[in-house]
Structure formats: structure tokens, C-alpha cells
């Protein structure tokens, strides 16, 4: 008895309330589905009139694969399907009654139908939505919805493009599918390829992995979907490709999950063990640890690398003062942002850091790499990186730029030779930041 109930709940149609649907046992959420049920073939209707018995204009009757908006074109005439308009509701399921009351008439129809060539994609969907076997396309593995997601997220993340219309059904968004199904037809590998190249194009060392900047709309409407069958299973697959590769750790929500580490770069790992960044790169470079795959030399086992941030070589007392506080610090902020102390004022963006400093953009990124300021993820809403705002005050207590010192009144004119009278060396040189800083004690 449980298989006979099991069999028939898969044949059948079922709506819910949570905008999805089940479709001959293929689950569908409400972005791939026809949800007025107002799409219709005129080739069939005309057909169903000639040659079924009945009342004509009763003899017509709807199609399953009418609701799936994946499915442009009528397999049987190779026209396009067509929308009448709004249905009416309070005819319910009485097909020829919503079909005579709909605003378009059944010549405005046909006229509006056309013949429209389906591609190798929708054949397949086609295909698989009327319960064909198997074809050996990598596909086969997804619920039947994913299989016809996953080629246009593909297909559009190997040729940018916008689309004029937002609808699913539109002719450039099936040639976007159909290019990915191609692609996808290489298996496992070639899905993974695809997540390489985006990581390789738009990854950038010193910012955060973040899944929506790198992946784009690949991860970004997945995610939106996770909780519908076989979309997690994409998106682990994701995860994993981009953790042999790239920095992702357990502190990053990466699509929806932490990843345990497999990779570093030296901006993740000396924010991690709290390090000057550039101290770190000269005792990896100095040890002869190799960068790993093809992505600029920046990303390192992690193993190896962690071993020589804990034994970083050349530490003096006062390196291993502002480690320890630093660590401190972080542990502070966590444990802060756990109980909801964390105060945006205390924490100031890269922009707002480098226009109190008067300097440029890089000028701060190079004290923040040289331990002279520091970074720490606060809990925005995108987990973004701040730097501490009593840092950058107690930073502009002890040093002053060049082009601020040479704006004051008391150098504004003959600056080299005034600095050089009072002996005047920067205390934080040109070719460690990009700019000489002074300190103000010794003005």
C-alpha cells in the first residue's frame, strides 16, 4: 500500500502555499513555473478541437509540460507556447471555460505563436520532465529543476551579458542555458573549471573571499535556493573547488557554511596570527616555502605556512608585545561581537582612514601590511574589514606625513633644507609605505 500511495504522489500535480510546486514528481519553485497555468500551444488546442469527441470549445484540455518555464517551445508543433493573460480565477480547473473567458482570443493566439526551434538544453528537459531514461549528461545527477539552473548560471558566468527581459522563458536567456549545457556536458571537471576561472578573474588577496563578489550570480541564486532538492550538493561542490585554491577558512560563512582551511595567503595569515604582514613575507620568502596553483603566487598550504607564523624568526620583545596585544585584541572583539558590544563608531572604513591620515589608499593598506594600524572583520552586515579608530588617533599622535608636514607653517618653505638643518630622518620611510612619516616628538 505504501508503494501504490508513494507511486501516485509522484504522478501528481501538487500547489502549496510556499510557492513550489510538484510536478510528476519533479519539485519546482516558483521562478520555473507558469504559476497562473496560462500558457498554452494554439497547434494543440486546434488539434484537441479536431479530433477529440465532445462539445466543441469543451474539448480542449491543458498540459503539464505547459507549466515549466524552461519549456519555450511545443515539442509536438515546434511553435512557441504563448500566454493568454491573466486567468480567471473562478473558473478553476475548467480549462475551455478559463480558455473562452481569457482576454486574448484564440486567433490573437495563434498569430501570436510562431515556430521556435528548441535547443539541445530543452530537449533534454523535455526529456526528462516526460519521464525519458537517462542520457549519461553529467546533468543526470541533479533533480530536474537544478538541470535546468545550474547550464545559465554557467552559461552567463562564461559570457557576461544583461538581459532585456527578466523573463525566464526569453530567447537570449535559453542561448545563455544552452551554452553552459554544452559546457556542463564535460562532467564534474568542467563545472569546476568554471568556478576556477571566475575565482582566477576576481579574486583578490587582500580583501575577504567573498562568495557574491568572486562567483556572482553563481553563488548568489543558488544560495537562494539551497533548500530546494540538489542545490546543496551544488554548492558543496563549489565550496570544495574553491578551498583547494583560495583562503577560505572557518571564520568565513563561505555559501552558507564554514570550510575548514587548506590555504593561506599571507594577508589571511598574518591577520590570523596577528603578524606584520611584511615581517611574514620575508621569513616565508627567506624559508623557500613554494606559492601553490595558478592564481599570482599568493596562496600557500596552510600547514607550513601557520608552522612559520608561530615560529616567526627575528622577533624582538617589543614585535612580540604588539603580537601578544593585538592577539588580545582580536580575542576582545570576538568575544564582544558574541554579546553584542561591538560599536561601529570604534571601528572606521579603509576610505575614512586614509582622508583622517591625508594620504593615499595604499599609503594605509602598507601600514596596515607593516603592523603599524590593523584590521579586524566587525559584524556588518557583510562582514566587512575596519580598521580601529583609536589606532589611526594614536597614529596620528606620534607620526605625520610628508605632505602634511610640508603644508605646515613652519616648513612650507624650503623643506629639504629645514629638515636637514634639524637632523630630521622619517621614522617610517618612503619605500616601506609610500611616503615618509616624521615623528612629532622630534619636530
Not at 501538487?14 to 513550489?20: C, H, K, L, N, Q
Not at 527578466?166 to 535559453?174: Q, V
Request: hydrophobic share 40%.
Amino acid at each position: 500500500m505504501a508503494g501504490k500511495t508513494a507511486e501516485l504522489q509522484a504522478s501528481l500535480t501538487v500547489f502549496d502555499f510556499r510557492w513550489s510546486i510538484a510536478v510528476s514528481g519533479h519539485a519546482l519553485s516558483k521562478e520555473f513555473v507558469a504559476w497562473n497555468q496560462n500558457r498554452v500551444c494554439p497547434g494543440c488546442i486546434k488539434d484537441d478541437e479536431e479530433d477529440l469527441p465532445g462539445r466543441a470549445g469543451n474539448r480542449a484540455y491543458s498540459r503539464l509540460l505547459w507549466l515549466p518555464r524552461f519549456v519555450r517551445a511545443c515539442p509536438v508543433h515546434g511553435r512557441k507556447l504563448v500566454e493568454t493573460g491573466v486567468w480567471n480565477w473562478q473558473m478553476g480547473a475548467d480549462f475551455a471555460a478559463r480558455l473562452r473567458t481569457a482576454r486574448r482570443s484564440f486567433d490573437e493566439l495563434q498569430r501570436a505563436s510562431h515556430e521556435l526551434t528548441a535547443t539541445d538544453h530543452e530537449r533534454y528537459l523535455v526529456d526528462r520532465f516526460q519521464g525519458g531514461s537517462p542520457t549519461g549528461h553529467w546533468l543526470d545527477r541533479f533533480p530536474l529543476q537544478l538541470a535546468a539552473h545550474l547550464p545559465k548560471l554557467v552559461g552567463f558566468a562564461q559570457h557576461p551579458r544583461s538581459f532585456v527581459s527578466a523573463d525566464p522563458s526569453a530567447p537570449e536567456r535559453a542561448e545563455v542555458a544552452s551554452e553552459g549545457f554544452a559546457i556542463l556536458a564535460g562532467g564534474e571537471d568542467a563545472f569546476r573549471d568554471v568556478v576556477l576561472s571566475l575565482i582566477k578573474a576576481n579574486y583578490r588577496p587582500r580583501e575577504e573571499f567573498c562568495a557574491k563578489t568572486i562567483l556572482g550570480n553563481l553563488s548568489t541564486e543558488l544560495l537562494g535556493l539551497q533548500d530546494h532538492p540538489g542545490y546543496a550538493d551544488a554548492l558543496s561542490l563549489i565550496r570544495e573547488t574553491a578551498a583547494d585554491v583560495v583562503p577560505v577558512g572557518p571564520s568565513d560563512d563561505f555559501l552558507g557554511t564554514s570550510v575548514p582551511r587548506r590555504m593561506h595567503s599571507l594577508h589571511t595569515a598574518a591577520r590570523e596570527f596577528g603578524l606584520p604582514y611584511t615581517l611574514l613575507r620575508k621569513a616565508v620568502e627567506e624559508s623557500g616555502l613554494a606559492a601553490t596553483g595558478d592564481f599570482c603566487g599568493v596562496v600557500f598550504p596552510a600547514a607550513p605556512l601557520a608552522e612559520i607564523a608561530e615560529n616567526l624568526p627575528g622577533k624582538t620583545s617589543r614585535l612580540e608585545s604588539e603580537i601578544t596585544a593585538h592577539r588580545q585584541f582580536l580575542a576582545e572583539a570576538v568575544s564582544g561581537w558574541e554579546t553584542s558590544t561591538y560599536q561601529p563608531k570604534d571601528f572606521i572604513t579603509l576610505e575614512r582612514a586614509y582622508i583622517r591620515l591625508k594620504v593615499t589608499p595604499s599609503v594605509v593598506e602598507a601600514l596596515i601590511d607593516d603592523g603599524y594600524l590593523y584590521q579586524a572583520r566587525v559584524p556588518t552586515k557583510h562582514r566587512s574589514f575596519r580598521i580601529r579608530a583609536r589606532d589611526v588617533a594614536e597614529f596620528q599622535r606620534i607620526y605625520i606625513s610628508e605632505s602634511e608636514l610640508r603644508h605646515s607653517r613652519k616648513f612650507r618653505n624650503d623643506f629639504e633644507a629645514k629638515i636637514s638643518k634639524l637632523g630630521l630622518k622619517p621614522a617610517i620611510p618612503s619605500d616601506s609605505v609610500g611616503t615618509n612619516f616624521y615623528r612629532i616628538d622630534q619636530i
